[in-house]
């Protein structure tokens, strides 16, 4: 993918503000440890890290570990993610997920993409932040919603679906940002940029972001029929 010097180095200015406005971006999914995040990731599909981080201290408390959570019956870990939707699969899913880490990971979590993806339930997605935030390594930037949204506002993509603008952030950045652009971009579509109510006139920012004052209906899902 061909990148121009100047596209490089408008997307390099606005990171390095982001970063300094957000030095304590990080991932906000509580967990300890790759198998722990790796479970919270999975969970928190079709859902926000706010509610996976309440049923997860409990879901820890009993399961810490793959080997634990293999032995369980999903019937068991259901209700512990009952505030959940789609519980019933998820929970059965992390329970599949657990078993395979330890018919053939001894338990632990590959620090491998092709690995990871192999297993049930985790996407590139879930691979790309095991990879970046527990490993460092991530293969690509991981996309969610305000990556998504906040990428194309910043003008740095004009790419509308995540695997296209997960190749262009990847093109963007080298791997050791990877991690952190997902991270900052997170923090700034939870504080500033949100999907309904930019709030331009206060973001750190605004003269580096070409959608300045007229953001609401850049990089916005479309509603469903
Ligand atoms: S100026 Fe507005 S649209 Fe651009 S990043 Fe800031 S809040 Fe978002």
């Given at each position: 993918m061909k990148i121009s010097p100047r596209r490089r180095?408008?997307?390099?200015?606005?990171?390095?503000?982001?970063?300094?406005?957000?030095?304590?971006?990080?991932?906000?999914?509580?967990?300890?440890?790759?198998?722990?995040l790796l479970v919270?990731?999975?969970?928190?599909?079709?859902?926000?890290?706010?509610?996976?981080?309440?049923?997860?201290p409990a879901l820890f408390h009993r399961f810490p570990d793959a080997e634990s959570l293999a032995r369980a019956a999903p019937e068991e870990v259901e209700p512990l993610l009952a505030r959940l939707g789609f519980f019933r699969v998820k929970a059965k899913?992390?329970?599949?997920?657990?078993?395979?880490?330890?018919?053939?990971?001894?338990?632990?979590?590959?620090?491998?993409?092709?690995?990871l993806v192999a297993l049930p339930g985790v996407g590139r997605k879930t691979a790309n932040v095991v990879l970046g935030v527990c490993f460092?390594?991530?293969?690509?930037?991981?996309?969610?919603t305000h990556v998504q949204r906040l990428s194309q506002r910043l003008g740095w993509t004009r790419e509308t679906t995540p695997d296209k603008i997960e190749r262009e952030l990847t093109a963007l950045f080298p791997p050791e940002e990877r991690d952190l652009v997902s991270h900052v971009l997170i923090f700034h579509?939870?504080?500033?940029?949100?999907?309904?109510?930019?709030?331009?006139?206060?973001?750190?920012?605004?003269?580096?972001?070409?959608?300045?004052?007229?953001?609401?209906h850049?990089?916005?899902?479309?509603?469903?029929?």
């Amino acid at each position: 993918m061909k990148i121009s010097p100047r596209r490089r180095a408008r997307v390099a200015a606005a990171f390095a503000r982001l970063r300094q406005l957000y030095p304590d971006a990080r991932c906000e999914l509580l967990h300890e440890g790759p198998f722990q995040l790796l479970v919270a990731t999975v969970l928190s599909a079709q859902t926000t890290d706010r509610m996976v981080n309440q049923v997860t201290p409990a879901l820890f408390h009993r399961f810490p570990d793959a080997e634990s959570l293999a032995r369980a019956a999903p019937e068991e870990v259901e209700p512990l993610l009952a505030r959940l939707g789609f519980f019933r699969v998820k929970a059965k899913n992390i329970v599949a997920l657990a078993r395979q880490l330890v018919e053939h990971h001894q338990g632990k979590v590959p620090a491998d993409f092709k690995a990871l993806v192999a297993l049930p339930g985790v996407g590139r997605k879930t691979a790309n932040v095991v990879l970046g935030v527990c490993f460092g390594v991530p293969e690509g930037v991981v996309v969610d919603t305000h990556v998504q949204r906040l990428s194309q506002r910043l003008g740095w993509t004009r790419e509308t679906t995540p695997d296209k603008i997960e190749r262009e952030l990847t093109a963007l950045f080298p791997p050791e940002e990877r991690d952190l652009v997902s991270h900052v971009l997170i923090f700034h579509g939870r504080r500033v940029c949100s999907a309904q109510r930019p709030v331009c006139d206060r973001c750190g920012v605004r003269d580096l972001c070409p959608s300045a004052g007229r953001a609401e209906h850049i990089g916005r899902k479309k509603k469903r029929a």
